[in-house]
């Protein structure tokens, strides 16, 4: 067991350095010059030869790569083109709102598209499990940002229920806090909640036809049993599998939704960056956001056991 | 009054394209500690059957009509709750695939304990402790140690004994056992239908066992019925049925069986089989559901369905030609 | 020994025979459809999905015959109207007609979709074959794949953006990029799984080169989950143009994609929502049409893929 912690931790560092390589390695792969795209059509060739510096474009390539790397083990992700601060900072400075986003939509999309999933499958056919169906199709084709200005718009705007816009910090009360982040939480979560209630739906779909099913029947367990105990503990692997995956749609979802929903995070910061051609501030906040979603990976793969006593490491 | 009857069960099953008649217009009963063997061949509406009698069958697709009367009861007519309490309490089930009918998250001893909770109002260690009674009562070793272990732990047939301590558990009136012993090894399978014998007279249960085993019928039964294409074609106490089978198909089935030691005897060594298929039980079949594959079947038998009549004393057949003999009224 | 002596001779006549009682149907009978609605009833997915698509591509083809004017004209004077007889869908902050630029915009957006759904589709499909027959390949190739998608796709095709020049060119280009992963994944394991195949097996053993496997077994398996593969990233593709326009990142605001209108009308959002509202309308409802597709094509192709995506 501890043995297999040790090399699935291990096996996540040739990926972690791929995704490195490939981020660093983005500045040579773009066609032109990337220095002139990035100081923008009306740059002087001065600031073009100030940004080439700063980037250690001028530098051998290897040279760089290894420099760069040595830097972000020391927690070093180097220093805005733009404010001139250290990328590290930034990042400090704007991760607690898109920390709260995430964790809220996590928790919000989780207790909302499992039950959805679980009650489709046992409803299969009816009406209910079209609507789930029909919901979660809706869910995978309007983008986050339509979903964020729908909900801001009848439920901020019209109905004045909840903030339109903004963040509070956490330290100033829970009730401001989770008020600015429900909207932002749901039309993040959609997609989420699409996907997740439908790999739910088909987990559940295949493990409800199985032999032990018909056993818990003919046992006189009632439904809410053989759903949630017999049932859904055969279908967590498969879910939670997907759940992990999914971290990947609430990352990219969390940049648009800060935009509409003006919240100061990461999101917000990439977002900005781009617009600035602040290209020190994208390769940290992608390195960041990736080797998050490579470790919440590896935590649930270690989590497998919990729910199936057949596999074993 | 029997235990058990079945009156007109029908079964039917809607699909894209036709509704399936798994199930139709069976007619039986099975007295109190009495073993009925209910034999065919796949398909031919056993299993549908037994499922149908603790209403394990999904509605829709599926729909059962006729009576099913369990001590007086008719199960048809009950909620889902008063079914429940039934299902595993008074009537309990034993499946044919042992390796997958246990849930292989659950430990053994809360699955056998489920049933206790359930439906003796157990507390988990009082429903800990008699799983493993349970356990010793069907000859697992080492009870204490296995009922904390999981399916994948166990062998095939460890697992079918685990089935058979989950459904009498709760001291069931009748047992269903659906082909228990398919799955087994040749040796297990003698094992685990003495198992079942001993335990049907400790707990005094009826049990209706179904399977395609002439073998194992001979072995336990004391009555059987035989199904062909969702019917009941022929009826009768096993050793008569054995001796003196009056349906065709009942005969095509025996033919079809190896004798132990006719090769020795010098006897005709060649397996008799049934020609043809099961007709497809989508289409609804004028005449005898039989005719299509019987080497005797006439234009009769193929335009008039016959009737189940009584051939002889307690012997049953639906056969237009089956020789009757005088039936003491 | 059963016998056919057991049967009684030929005096059995139809009025001495007991017939059984007739059975009830408790079940209404099922009705069969057959023909063009049929197809269309059994696979409602596909019937709704593709007319829809179909009904976008002949939009986005013959866009200057449905009542458009130039979806570039700027038109001071009329800004910011409301949907109204004269402009259906009113006009944005630059007096421009929405109606026009929605219509034009569906060229975009379906460019979008399928340009990367193909070209995914061929790199997906080049690099899965490699992998899945070149087993030192497959190691490295693998491990790239695992590093690219780690990261969330819509961040790589950001930064992709934040690097090159504004251009559909480069937004289809981001887009695929960060779509292969997926695409050759899926073809690796359907090649893995072929090969256990005992005809591909024989193949191998009685010597035909490799070439000819793929193209005769391996290829022709592939394209019923590729197809399903391709419509879903069609599918996800316009969203990502519209979300990589939408922030800033995407085409050139010149050019008129559903993701630019949307992007445009932003800053007014609360007072002028339908600037939003009607290209989100038809991006969301195209979108849908070829997931809508995607679902029927999966299940009328594979049944048991179905489990699987």
């Not at chain 1, 040790?6 to 983005?26: G, Y």
């Not at chain 2, 007279?201 to 336990?220: P, R």
Request: proline share 6%; hydrophobic share 50%.
């Amino acid at each position: 067991m501890f043995a297999y912690v040790i090399r699935r931790i291990l096996a996540t560092i040739p990926v972690m350095a791929i995704v490195a390589l490939f981020v660093f390695s983005l500045l040579y792969i773009a066609p032109g010059d990337p220095a002139a795209v990035i100081a923008g059509d009306q740059a002087t060739p001065d600031d073009v030869e100030r940004i080439r510096a700063s980037l250690g474009l001028d530098r051998p390539y290897l040279v760089r790569f290894g420099a760069w790397v040595f830097d972000i083990i020391r927690g070093d992700l180097g220093v805005s083109i733009f404010t001139n601060l250290p990328v590290s900072l930034m990042i400090k400075q704007r991760i607690e709102p898109t920390l709260s986003l995430m964790l809220v939509t996590l928790i919000l999309a989780i207790s909302i598209a499992v039950p959805m999933g679980v009650v489709a499958a046992w409803k299969v056919g009816t009406w209910i499990d079209r609507a789930v169906m029909g919901f979660a199709v809706l869910g995978f084709s309007v983008p986050v940002f339509v979903v964020g200005y729908l909900l801001a718009y009848v439920f901020a705007l019209q109905l004045d229920w909840l903030p339109v816009q903004g963040y509070t910090s956490i330290s100033q009360g829970f009730g401001p806090w989770i008020e600015n982040l429900i909207l932002p939480a749901i039309a993040l979560g959609s997609v989420y909640i699409a996907l997740i209630a439908r790999i739910t739906r088909a987990t559940m779909l295949e493990v409800l036809q199985q032999d032990y099913i018909r056993t818990a029947r003919a046992k006189g367990a009632g439904q809410r049993s053989i759903l949630f105990l017999h049932a859904l503990k055969n279908a967590a692997v498969p879910i939670v599998t997907v759940i992990g995956i999914g971290i990947a749609l609430l990352i990219g979802g969390a940049v648009v939704t800060e935009s509409v929903f003006a919240i100061p995070g990461l999101g917000r910061l990439t977002v900005d960056a781009i617009l600035r051609r602040d290209y020190p501030v994208i390769q940290g906040v992608i390195l960041l956001f990736s080797f998050v979603y490579v470790l919440v990976n590896l935590g649930i793969d270690l989590l497998y056991t919990l729910f199936d006593p057949r596999i074993r490491y | 009054m029997a235990l058990l009857e079945v009156e007109n069960l029908q079964t039917h099953f809607r699909a894209a394209d036709g509704i399936n008649r798994a199930v139709d217009g069976l007619n039986f009963h099975v007295n109190a500690r009495e073993t009925v063997a209910i034999v065919g061949e796949s398909g031919c509406g056993k299993s549908v059957t037994a499922m149908s009698i603790l209403r394990l069958i999904p509605e829709p697709p599926g729909k059962i009509a006729g009576a099913i009367r369990f001590d007086g009861r008719d199960l048809l007519t009950l909620s889902d709750r008063e079914m429940r309490a039934i299902r595993g309490n008074e009537i309990s089930m034993i499946f044919q695939e042992p390796m997958t009918s246990l849930n292989p998250v659950l430990t053994v001893g809360k699955q056998i304990g489920e049933t206790l909770r359930l439906h003796q109002g157990m507390s988990s260690n009082q429903a800990e402790a008699r799983a493993v009674e349970m356990l010793k009562l069907v000859g697992i070793p080492e009870p204490e140690r296995r009922v904390r272990e999981y399916p994948h732990q166990l062998s095939g047939g460890m697992r079918q004994r685990v089935m058979i301590a989950i459904a009498l558990a709760c001291n069931p009136k009748l047992l269903i056992a659906d082909e228990p012993t398919t799955a087994l090894d040749v040796t297990i399978q003698a094992q685990i239908l003495d198992l079942m014998r001993d335990l049907k007279n400790t707990v005094g249960a009826a049990i209706v066992i179904i399977t395609h085993d002439l073998g194992v019928v001979a072995e336990v039964a004391e009555r059987v019925i035989v199904m062909y294409a969702g019917r009941k074609v022929e009826e009768a106490a096993v050793e008569k049925l054995f001796r003196n089978p009056r349906h065709p198909y009942t005969q095509g089935l025996l033919g079809s069986m190896p004798k132990l030691g006719s090769s020795l005897s010098g006897e005709e060594t060649r397996l008799q089989e049934i020609p043809g298929l099961v007709p497809s039980l989508k289409r609804k079949i004028d005449g005898c559901v039989f005719a299509s594959r019987c080497s005797y079947a006439t234009d009769l038998c193929r335009t008039i369905s016959p009737a189940l009549e009584e051939k002889a004393e307690g012997h049953i057949a639906a056969c237009h030609y089956a020789i009757k003999e005088a039936v003491a009224a | 020994m059963a016998s056919a002596s057991v049967l009684s001779p030929g005096d059995v006549t139809p009025g001495s025979v007991k017939a059984a009682a007739p059975l009830p149907d408790i079940m209404p009978p099922v009705k069969a459809r057959k023909g063009l609605w049929g197809y269309m009833y059994r696979n409602p997915a596909i019937a709704i999905g593709g007319t829809i698509v179909l009904a976008m591509i002949l939009m986005a083809i013959f866009a200057p015959f449905l009542g458009t004017v130039d979806p570039t004209a700027l038109a001071p004077a009329r800004r910011t109207r409301e949907p109204s007889a004269q402009y259906w869908f009113g006009t944005d902050m630059l007096g421009r007609d929405v109606y026009s630029r929605v219509v034009y915009g569906a060229r975009v957006s379906l460019i979008v979709g399928f340009a990367v759904a193909f070209f995914s589709s061929v790199a997906g499909l080049t690099i899965g074959l490699i992998s899945g027959f070149i087993r030192w390949a497959d190691n490295i190739i693998m491990r790239i794949m695992d590093g690219l998608m780690s990261i969330p796709s819509i961040l790589l095709a950001i930064a992709l953006m934040a690097l090159t020049r504004g251009s559909v060119g480069n937004v289809i280009l981001a887009i695929t990029v960060a779509e292969i992963p997926r695409v050759s994944r899926l073809v690796r394991g359907v090649v893995l799984s072929l090969r256990e195949q005992p005809y591909v097996d024989a193949a191998i053993a009685s010597g035909t080169r490799t070439p000819v496997i793929i193209w005769r077994h391996i290829l022709p398996n592939t394209i019923a989950p590729m197809t399903v593969q391709a419509t879903y990233v069609c599918a996800s593709a316009m969203i990502v143009e519209s979300i990589l326009s939408f922030i800033g990142a995407g085409t050139p605001p010149i050019i008129p994609s559903w993701g630019n209108i949307m992007a445009e009308g932003r800053a007014l959002w609360q007072v002028k929502p339908y600037i939003v509202f009607f290209p989100a309308l038809f991006l969301s409802v195209t979108v849908l049409a070829v997931n809508l597709l995607g679902d029927g094509l999966r299940d009328a192709l594979d049944p048991r893929m179905a489990k699987r995506i």
